[in-house]
């Protein structure tokens, strides 16, 4: 009998290997859940440390930590706008000790700005728990004729692609929903992406651009100042951070509702008792005294709730997304 080739032999074994440990994996976290976890956990944040992913994987992490007595090691894998430390995530082994911070960028819209991703949202990954959520902030240049979301549309629509508006890049979330108020209002606002919400930010405070869809925490300081107006919130209640400022759906553009969100996830095929006993875990940390004070300081309301509820919010907000980019033409740089 002939011998058989040597890659050949390799590309026939080794599938049959990884599926073999990861089975066993499988097998091994069932077995244990009940002392689940037994070791430190590993959760990845697809980006570089110092940013808002960072900060908040390691408030999430040091609570989690005092609730579960194993440590929490953050393992920033940045690159590709977080898709490497997404792919990463999703082709762990699935023993419930590797978590994922997911977020509404890397589940939730880059399906749809994206032709081939690495890793499907929905395939690859388990959802555990909606960690928190904030909305977007809409601030224009104390320059701009407008006090309310409706003064601001009525000039827009008078003075069709006058305004620009800012965003962190090509893409972003802050992108993404400039063009659903401009989807939802009819309004030609015209998009200028920079390299991060730091530079977008100072071009708006010094009136190069109008306007911008921004992150709480970082917007809400020139605000109170009178550097920067703010006509409205994404969410669809006020933020207890701004609670002067209305809603945009209640500021006249119905139904229109934008958050920003964050929650941990493990790979898809975690045992269940695995991924019910990290929810609860979760859910422990993220009612902790000092939890809430911490997320609020990011700008972040406080979540929590079922697997379950997580992962419908995944799914619809794929949903929601993918009508954006399709109706708005975005493609990701």
Not at 215 to 231: D, E, F, I, Y
Request: aromatic share 6%; glycine share 10%; hydrophobic share 45%.
């Amino acid at each position: 009998m002939k011998q058989l080739h040597v890659p050949i032999f390799l590309a026939l074994v080794v599938p049959a290997v990884v599926l073999a440990l990861n089975g066993r994996a499988i097998a091994q976290a069932g077995k244990s859940a009940t002392s689940y976890p037994n070791k430190p956990l590993r959760l990845i944040v697809p980006f570089p440390p110092g940013g808002g992913n960072d900060i908040l994987a390691r408030t999430v992490g040091q609570r989690l930590s005092e609730v579960v007595g194993q440590q929490v090691i953050i393992d920033n894998r940045g690159g590709a706008g977080g898709l490497l430390g997404a792919e990463l995530a999703a082709h762990s082994v699935p023993d419930g000790y590797t978590l994922f911070l997911a977020s509404v960028g890397n589940l939730a819209f880059n399906p749809a700005l994206h032709a081939k991703l690495p890793y499907d949202p929905v395939k690859d990954f388990a959802p555990v728990t909606l960690l928190a959520s904030s909305p977007f902030i809409l601030v224009v240049h104390p320059s701009v004729a407008a006090k309310s979301v409706k003064d601001l549309i009525s000039l827009a629509k008078s003075k069709p692609g006058a305004l620009n508006y800012a965003s962190a890049g090509q893409g972003s979330s802050l992108h993404l929903t400039g063009e659903m108020f401009k989807l939802a209002t009819g309004t030609d606002l015209v998009h200028v992406a920079y390299k991060g919400t730091a530079p977008a930010l100072i071009d708006l405070l010094s009136g190069h651009v109008q306007l911008m869809f921004g992150s709480m925490a970082p917007n809400l300081p020139h605000v109170k100042t009178g550097k920067l107006r703010a006509l409205g919130v994404s969410g669809a209640k006020r933020s207890a951070a701004a609670p002067d400022v209305p809603t945009i759906a209640e500021a006249g553009v119905s139904g229109f509702e934008v958050l920003n969100w964050y929650g941990i996830a493990l790979q898809r095929q975690a045992p269940a008792p695995v991924i019910r006993k990290l929810n609860s875990d979760l859910v422990k940390a993220l009612k902790l005294p000092d939890m809430l004070d911490a997320l609020s300081t990011q700008g972040l309301d406080g979540a929590g709730g079922t697997p379950e509820q997580f992962s419908a919010l995944i799914k619809s907000e794929i949903v929601k997304y993918a009508k954006v980019v399709k109706a708005a033409g975005i493609r990701a740089e």
